[in-house]
Nanobody, 131 residues
Framework: QVQLVESGGGLVQAGGSLRLSCAAS????????MGWFRQAPGLAREFVAA????????YYADFVKGRFTISRDNAKNTVYLQMNSLKPEDTAVYFC????????????????????????WGKGTLVTVSS
């Protein structure tokens, strides 16, 4: 019922910035948390950031704190990931994710340790950071 489409990936030099977008389409019948995972070549997919439906609560992986900012605009059904001070090790396919929640302030903290339970996935957008 919900489709997620990422955009904004591309090639950027180390120290540069990119803003990823994830547009949700379809019918949404309950509140949902959204966030981002990433998968580098040869590595497992890992959690990056999450935001509650209300936008009041956010949660970040340690390796992006202070560099990445997640936000959402529910009127546009879009979640953003502003990525600053990019490093070559940030190179990965970035996936948008969504998870239905009972209320607007819930964040699926378990995403930090497992991707199990994610309801919807985007197809990913490639971010390449050159040194």
């Amino acid at each position: 019922q919900v489709q997620l489409v990422e955009s904004g990936g591309g090639l950027v030099q180390a120290g540069g910035s990119l803003r990823l977008s994830c547009a949700a389409s379809g019918y949404i019948f309950s509140s949902y948390a959204m966030g981002w995972f990433r998968q580098a070549p040869g590595l497992a997919r890992e959690f990056v950031a999450a935001i509650s439906w209300s936008g009041k609560n956010t949660y970040y992986a340690d390796f992006v704190k202070g560099r990445f900012t997640i936000s959402r605009d529910n009127a546009k059904n879009t979640v953003y990931l502003q990525m600053n001070s990019l490093k070559p090790e940030d190179t990965a396919v970035y996936f948008c994710a969504a998870d239905s929640t009972p209320n607007s302030n819930i964040i699926p903290y378990h995403w930090a340790t497992s991707e199990n339970g994610v309801d919807y996935w985007g197809k990913g957008t490639l971010v390449t950071v050159s040194s």
